[in-house]
């Protein structure tokens, strides 16, 4: 209602007044408004066009202009986003919304220094408003450019220097638990808690709960995610939404993302309920959720980006569990389980967390791909005369101790080479060459790209013979992808869950062979395989008749499990509750 009010005032304003007049301050005060809307609604190329008119009225606005660059940036408009950008500094060196947007842009370019340079500038302006989002922005948006150029003790060493400042700050202190994480020299002790101290700052007293103990009930089941897009987790959960029995289960998704894609239309559509909470306060999507009658609400984030960890921990459902997104302990008191299975922890781990662990029979992963079939694949060796091994990971997850050992590899498989995906130019890229370098690996037997399109990236595995697992932080959702693609994955068995999701994966798909119990074992079996292309194509045609059929992709009996533990707990919940009314 209130944009079509403005649009007709503007209209009206358009006839009354001269176009582009120095003097209609009205005409300035609306075309600000339509674009701000615009930008909101994600028509971008309106948001542009208004923003446009505007300095047309007011050339000298640095505000303005930082704007508009803003939305020449969501509109795809790279180089004129960064002119503007420029042109608002000119203007006003001293705006750090600009240095901050700017700094985005560059690292989206991949211009790391630039990038931190931009931050620096921000948070220096931002020195005595650290209460300030902005402020916020900076420190995790830098931290996540460290972390993706593979710097992650600069990382942590970043949020550690921001949260000596702001140490309740729930987003920073979760990307700094992400990243202790996935490190190598992080023990399980210290991590429970690192993750404890977060549940600490952020739990809330909360209220009883209405629902129903009737424990045979239709259960209504709440999922909380940021990633309901094209993002790796969806493939995830698509098919425990679709495979659902319906008449058991309602689920209502929480959707705390802002891209609406075609995925996101498909989750919409396989959900009895959606619920945008984006833009809701944690107070609110409380009352909401409680509105809503959720017997069970489910975390897919973790401490990821995007989460609402917050919100859970006001309880707002009777019972909660957190599942998928992320490879630890929420360290929420509130949280009363956490879904995996006895392969990434096996018994013995249950002390390492804070929730109660529920374990799937199988993996704790099912994965929907996104072709419909397997492509044929054969072994590029058996064409090339060479193998060429390959990672398609983050930077994050390599290490100069990984490439001690993906070395000794490529010394073991003469003539052989080594594939880098999604390796950043830079910073990441230098410092791996060097590590192989160090090792008597030169640069003439290396790959590296940075983040590839879909298409590229599916291209990339056609070129790949065998696989490497990175630890101690494995793959997950790419490891399911690079099965699907027909590459076998080489994994290390570690000690924790994030050093046991190729575990996981492989043990699901008939792969136990591939898992290697020490690093000696993990060069032993890529250079066994490599040494044998015939067994190595065999090994691609079978991976290719037989994962369709896997527990990793056998959605029916995968959403069948998961549902048990559903009604497990709901049942649990139902009984204490005529305990506590008897």
Not at 139 to 154: E, F, I, T, V
Not at 155 to 161: G, N, P, W
Not at 302 to 326: D, I, S
Not at 330 to 356: F, N, Q, S, W
Request: with cysteine; charged share 20%; net charge negative.
């Amino acid at each position: 209602m209130l944009k079509g009010l403005v649009q007709e005032l503007l209209r009206r304003a358009g006839e009354s007044t001269p176009a582009h007049s120095e003097t209609t301050p009205d005409r300035l005060h609306l075309c600000i408004i339509e674009a701000a809307q615009h930008a909101a609604a994600g028509d971008h190329a309106a948001a542009v066009g208004f923003y446009r008119e505007s300095l047309q009225l007011q050339p000298r606005d640095a505000r303005i202009w930082c704007n508009f660059g803003a939305a020449l940036e969501a509109a795809g408009e790279a180089e004129e986003a960064e002119r503007a950008y420029r042109r608002a500094l000119e203007l006003d060196a001293a705006l750090a919304q600009t240095w901050y947007n700017l700094g985005h842009l560059q690292q989206e370019r991949g211009r790391a220094g630039e990038a931190e340079a931009s931050y620096r500038s921000a948070l220096t302006l931002l020195d005595g408003a650290r209460d300030h989002e902005l402020w916020q922005l900076a420190y995790s948006n830098w931290g996540l450019l460290l972390q993706n150029q593979g710097r992650l003790k600069d990382a942590v060493s970043l949020y550690r220097e921001a949260l000596a400042a702001v140490p309740a700050d729930a987003s920073l202190r979760s990307n700094l638990l992400f990243l202790l994480t996935a490190m190598q020299d992080v023990g399980p002790a210290e991590l429970l808690e690192e993750h404890r101290g977060w549940g600490r700052l952020h739990a809330r007293a909360h209220a009883a709960h209405a629902s129903v103990p009737d424990p045979e009930r239709r259960i209504r089941v709440g999922y909380v995610s940021a990633d309901f897009n094209s993002h790796p987790l969806a493939f995830f959960v698509l098919p425990l939404l679709a495979n659902r029995d319906r008449a058991r289960i309602e689920a209502v998704c929480y959707y705390n993302g802002v891209k609406q894609d075609t995925i996101t239309a498909r989750l919409r559509a396989s959900a009895d309920q959606w619920r945008d909470i984006r833009w809701l306060s944690d107070a609110d999507a409380d009352a909401l959720i409680r509105a809503d009658g959720i017997d069970i609400l489910v975390d897919l984030s973790g401490h990821t980006e995007g989460n609402r960890l917050t919100l859970f921990g006001r309880k707002p459902a009777p019972v909660q569990a957190t599942f998928l997104g992320y490879a630890n302990t929420t360290g929420l008191d509130t949280m009363d389980y956490r879904i995996t299975d006895g392969y990434a922890d096996p018994a013995g781990t249950d002390a390492r967390y804070v929730e109660k662990l529920l374990r799937m029979p199988n993996s704790v992963w099912c994965y929907q791909p996104q072709r419909v079939t397997p492509p044929a694949n054969p072994a590029p060796a058996l064409e090339n005369g060479y193998v060429t091994f390959a990672c398609f990971n983050g930077a994050y997850k390599l290490n100069q101790p990984l490439m001690k050992v993906w070395a000794a590899i490529l010394h073991a498989v003469p003539d052989s080479r080594l594939m880098l995906v999604n390796v950043p130019t830079g910073g990441a890229r230098e410092r791996i060459i060097a590590w192989l370098g160090a090792e008597g690996i030169g640069s003439g037997r290396l790959e590296l790209h940075a983040r590839l399109p879909t298409d590229e990236f599916w291209a990339a595995h056609r070129r790949a013979d065998i696989a490497l697992d990175p630890f101690p932080c494995n793959g997950g959702a790419t490891t399911c992808e690079t099965l699907w693609l027909g590459v076998p994955v080489i994994t290390l068995a570690g000690q924790t869950f994030v050093a046991r999701a190729g575990v996981s994966l492989l043990s699901n798909c008939g792969l136990t062979q591939l898992i290697a119990g020490s690093t000696e074992e993990y060069v032993a079996l890529a250079a066994e395989l490599a040494r044998e292309p015939l067994r190595l194509a065999d090994m691609r045609v079978r991976l290719k008749g037989s994962l369709p059929g896997s527990p990793l992709l056998d959605a029916p009996a995968y959403t069948r499990a998961l549902e048990a533990h559903y009604r497990a707990i709901w049942r649990q919940w139902c009984s204490q509750q005529g305990r506590v009314h008897a």
